[in-house]
């Protein structure tokens, strides 16, 4: 039996994060779909909700303001969710000097959290794409165009962009959190070879607004329930590379854990919320989100079970294997007992 339960485990977790990607590379080679993209000048709402952005709102402001992109054309809500610092007085500053119809700030005067902000916001925007951005990251200045040009096929409903994460000399990072998100857009862009991504870049996406449904209130990942939604609509979630939004590299071991716990929370509440996507017969992409997301929500319990396993298999290979989990979790304990001294404090997680 441990034999059994522990080369299981070991498939399990070889196959989320490796066997997965040569699946993926062969697919693509075989079945690739292309996109008819073309340069086309649609309406488009670009919404930001923002809680307490005081550091960020004026930058952020500014660069949607310099996009490349017909200002008769753009529509900027600001959705503020109860800010108590001078998030709201920034933002209407920046706004005073702008054509009332160009920008709009919205208030909640009581915290209601980012779902509620989107849903505040697409109650006013008249685009025909909504683009959905963050308050910290900047834009890259024709990201808005990127993100259209893919919207010109009528098959695609969602449109995910790039996020670009920069070290401290402004170049693209190269450690560790660097080097698994560029693993992660690798897959995100065969993924939309071949049919559609699983999700969406958070800080930087677009959605058809007739395809756009309102989120449920307290919705942990709008950039994966909304595009979800859209897959099961017959439409498809794509990723362009050339749609680039940039943002520093998290350096903080507990910032980095609170984000990556929350996108577990987010993923077990997309279960909940649209069960079907578990049907292959309702899911046209159930390969797709079963290795991508359902296969990394069972990662951490294989791994328990491959060191529990191993524990009654201690002789010839299967010593070296606990020996190798010992030394791993031993550095893993050590890392977060003595944090790297640049590391910065834990960020205040924005709304």
């Given at each position: 039996m441990a034999t059994a339960i522990f080369w299981t485990a070991l498939a399990c977790i070889v196959y989320v994060y490796a066997g997965y990607p040569l699946v993926l590379v062969l697919w693509r080679r075989l079945a690739r779909r292309t996109i008819q993209k073309r340069d086309w000048e649609p309406s488009v709402s670009l919404v930001i909700a923002m809680h307490n952005e005081a550091a960020n709102v004026h930058a952020r402001l500014r660069n949607c303001f310099d996009l490349d992109y017909p200002p008769d054309k753009l529509q900027i809500i600001v959705s503020l969710d109860a800010p108590s610092d001078d998030t709201e007085g920034l933002a209407r500053a920046c706004a005073a000097d702008r054509p009332a119809e160009r920008i709009q700030v919205l208030r909640s005067p009581v915290r209601q959290?980012?779902?509620?902000?989107?849903?505040?916001?697409?109650?006013?925007?008249?685009?025909?794409?909504?683009?959905?951005?963050?308050?910290?990251?900047?834009?890259?200045?024709?990201?808005?165009?990127?993100?259209?040009?893919?919207?010109?096929?009528?098959?695609?409903?969602?449109?995910?962009?790039?996020?670009?994460?920069?070290?401290?000399?402004?170049?693209?990072?190269?450690?560790?959190?660097?080097?698994?998100?560029?693993?992660?857009?690798?897959?995100?862009?065969?993924?939309?070879?071949?049919?559609?991504?699983?999700?969406?870049?958070?800080?930087?996406?677009?959605?058809?607004?007739?395809?756009?449904?309102?989120?449920?209130?307290?919705?942990?990942?709008?950039?994966?329930?909304?595009?979800?939604?859209?897959?099961?609509?017959?439409?498809?979630?794509?990723?362009?590379?050339?749609?680039?939004?940039?943002?520093?590299?998290?350096?903080?071991?507990?910032?980095?854990?609170?984000?990556?716990?929350?996108?577990?929370?987010?993923?077990?509440?997309?279960?909940?919320?649209?069960?079907?996507?578990?049907?292959?017969?309702r899911n046209p992409i159930f390969v797709q989100f079963v290795s991508h997301k359902v296969g990394r929500l069972l990662v951490p319990y294989c791994l328990a079970a491959l060191l529990i396993s191993n524990l009654f298999l201690r002789r010839g290979f299967y010593l070296m294997a606990l020996a190798a989990q010992v030394l791993f979790y031993g550095l893993a304990c050590a890392g977060w007992a003595f944090p790297p001294r640049n590391a910065h404090p834990e960020a205040e997680e924005t709304a």
């Open positions: 959290g980012k779902a509620a902000a989107i849903n505040r916001a697409m109650a006013v925007a008249q685009g025909e794409i909504v683009v959905f951005a963050d308050a910290r990251q900047q834009f890259d200045r024709r990201a808005v165009r990127a993100l259209t040009a893919n919207l010109a096929d009528p098959t695609v409903g969602v449109v995910s962009g790039e996020l670009i994460l920069l070290d401290s000399r402004g170049q693209e990072a190269g450690d560790g959190v660097g080097l698994y998100w560029r693993y992660e857009k690798a897959l995100r862009l065969m993924e939309a070879n071949i049919h559609s991504v699983p999700g969406a870049t958070g800080a930087i996406y677009a959605v058809r607004r007739e395809l756009f449904d309102p989120l449920p209130e307290g919705t942990v990942l709008d950039d994966v329930l909304t595009p979800m939604r859209v897959v099961l609509k017959g439409k498809r979630v794509v990723f362009e590379p050339e749609a680039r939004a940039f943002d520093k590299v998290n350096d903080s071991p507990k910032s980095e854990y609170v984000k990556k716990r929350r996108t577990l929370m987010g993923n077990y509440e997309l279960l909940t919320l649209l069960p079907q996507l578990l049907l292959p017969w």
